[in-house]
């Protein structure tokens, strides 16, 4: 099978998932994004990262934990049907990057290591966990949408993991660049991300707010002293572009 053209005339290079689907990487969707950045206990955060990462500062004794509720439209060349996913990543840099509190943010808001990533297919799982190493796993999301935005409320194995409700922010026409951070087979990798569309973001928002289930990764989630205001909400509308995974380093 020959490798066919992506977004800035990368070449793609094809995958066969265990489910049978073939994919090509980097992968382009479509996608539509609600999500907020809330801090959180910053050694508790640090406990969480793999070897090589190091969580940025939301403050000066205070981490990040940024929550994504998304709804996929399209997934590559539509080689699998689109489906939802849930996402709680750490903001972070590899060792030994500077960061400073807020400025750091306000650029790496939307990039880090992944933790948490639920999604609505037995293909979307297999096309996180054999490409990047992530840590998808397969639960039931319900997108409401709103007036104002979007209530999304994750369950996995009959019990409430997390509800995230979001206003829209005002939202411009823009690309913007960032990393996911994964571990697979022992390495750390990192993924190259592409947003280009309609994306929005508004600092220290009391219109995005989350309420925790009793699902033990909720209790996981509780134990991060999640803030209550959030330090911005967020939605992007248009093409994400991931990138093949590059080795940081082994964990």
């Known amino acids: 099978m020959g490798t066919t053209p992506q977004a800035g005339g990368?070449?793609?290079?094809?995958?066969?998932?265990?489910?049978?689907?073939?994919?090509?990487?980097?992968?382009?969707?479509?996608?539509t994004?609600?999500?907020?950045?809330?801090?959180?206990?910053?050694?508790?955060?640090?406990?969480?990262?793999?070897?090589?990462?190091?969580?940025?500062?939301?403050?000066p004794r205070r981490a990040a934990v940024?929550?994504?509720?998304?709804?996929?439209?399209?997934?590559?060349?539509?080689?699998?049907?689109?489906?939802?996913?849930?996402s709680v990543m750490f903001p972070a840099v590899e060792a030994?990057?500077?960061?400073?509190?807020?400025?750091?943010?306000?650029?790496?808001?939307?990039?880090?290591?992944?933790?948490?990533?639920?999604?609505?297919?037995?293909?979307?799982?297999?096309?996180?966990?054999?490409?990047?190493?992530y840590p998808k796993e397969v639960a039931e999301i319900d997108h409401d949408d709103h007036v104002a935005g979007r209530r999304?409320?994750?369950?996995?194995?009959?019990?409430?993991?997390?509800?995230?409700?979001?206003?829209?922010?005002?939202?411009v026409d823009q690309r913007q660049e960032g990393v996911s951070y994964t571990v697979k087979d022992g390495t750390l990798l990192r993924e190259q991300l592409t947003l280009d569309g309609r994306l929005g973001a508004w600092p220290y928002s009391g219109q995005a707010t989350w309420e925790l289930g009793d699902h033990p990764r909720a209790d996981r989630l509780r134990d991060l002293d999640l803030g209550e205001r959030a330090l911005a909400r967020l939605r992007f509308d248009g093409e994400f572009v991931i990138g093949a995974g590059e080795p940081v380093g082994t964990v």
């Open 10 to 31: 990368t070449v793609a290079e094809p995958i066969t998932l265990s489910t049978g689907e073939t994919v090509s990487v980097p992968l382009s969707t479509e996608a």
């Open 96 to 133: 030994g990057e500077r960061s400073w509190p807020f400025a750091s943010l306000a650029t790496h808001g939307a990039s880090g290591y992944v933790w948490y990533l639920p999604v609505t297919t037995e293909p979307a799982k297999a096309l996180g966990v054999d490409v990047w190493g």
């Open 152 to 171: 999304t409320t994750v369950t996995a194995d009959g019990q409430e993991v997390i509800t995230l409700d979001v206003e829209a922010p005002p939202a």
């Open 66 to 86: 940024t929550v994504l509720a998304v709804e996929y439209h399209r997934i590559g060349d539509e080689v699998m049907t689109p489906y939802d996913e849930f």
């Open 33 to 59: 994004v609600y999500g907020a950045i809330f801090s959180a206990d910053r050694p508790a955060v640090d406990d969480l990262l793999p070897r090589g990462l190091e969580p940025i500062r939301a403050t």
